[in-house]
């Protein structure tokens, strides 16, 4: 009985439909050192349904370069925001990335 239920799943799942999309943007204040970055993007797992699984992010970053370029410093900042009514999950983040070159 069990394995019926886990094929009833997998047909139910092959049959959705998902939608997602973004966009972006980039802006160089100080070429070599600086730039701002902005992303906005949405994903609908299943088009059929309203839900929770509807969401819309939007990001926004600075980026610092250092050492021609050698060194990059990212600080960013997600907002999370599920479009179902009724339905949000606190879990906004703010990210700090590093890389370095050799």
Known sequence: ??????DEIRRLLSQRQSMGWYGQ???V???GLLEFAARVDGYDDNTALEDAGDRLDVTGAVNLLLFDGRLHTQLGYVHR??????YATPNDSVILQ???RL
């Open 98 to 100: 590093l890389q370095a």
């Open 1 to 6: 009985a069990r394995m019926g239920n886990v």
């Open 25 to 27: 943007l980039g802006f």
């Open 81 to 86: 925001a599920e479009l179902s009514e009724g």
């Open 29 to 31: 204040v100080v070429p």
